[in-house]
């Protein structure tokens, strides 16, 4: 069973920053990629960013130069640091492991 909490939204304003968290609670071998999506309400999730347990890492052109995806592999924790946040980044952001693994979701809210 795989389970995925992610935690660390919340209000910020224009430029602001916030950083994500989420835990896996799973075996190893499962959290060998894991990945950031975010969701506007009535689309579709959107990729943002994975990370692989070796370090290697993709990003969406979205977000690449503003935000940073990292792991700490012990921990089985990923973090998304976002920088210089826009309004339009406000939507809810998910925690994934491929195999259709999502967690609960963290609200982030970007104010102007």
């Known amino acids: 069973q795989v389970q995925l909490v992610e935690s660390g939204g919340g209000l910020v304003h224009v430029g602001g920053s916030l950083t994500l968290s989420c835990t896996a609670s799973?075996?190893?071998?499962?959290?060998?990629?894991m990945a950031w999506y975010r969701q506007y309400p009535g689309t579709q999730r959107e990729f943002l960013a994975r990370?692989?347990?070796?370090?290697?890492?993709n990003y969406s052109d979205s977000v690449k130069g503003r935000f940073t995806i990292s792991r700490d592999n012990a921990k089985n924790t990923i973090y998304l640091q976002m920088n210089d946040l826009k309004p339009e980044d406000t939507a809810v952001y998910y925690c994934?492991?491929?195999?259709?693994?999502w967690g609960q979701g963290t609200q982030v809210t970007v104010s102007s």
């Open positions: 990370i692989f347990r070796s370090g290697t890492v």
């Open positions: 994934n492991i491929p195999g259709g693994h």
């Open positions: 799973t075996d190893r071998l499962s959290t060998n990629v």
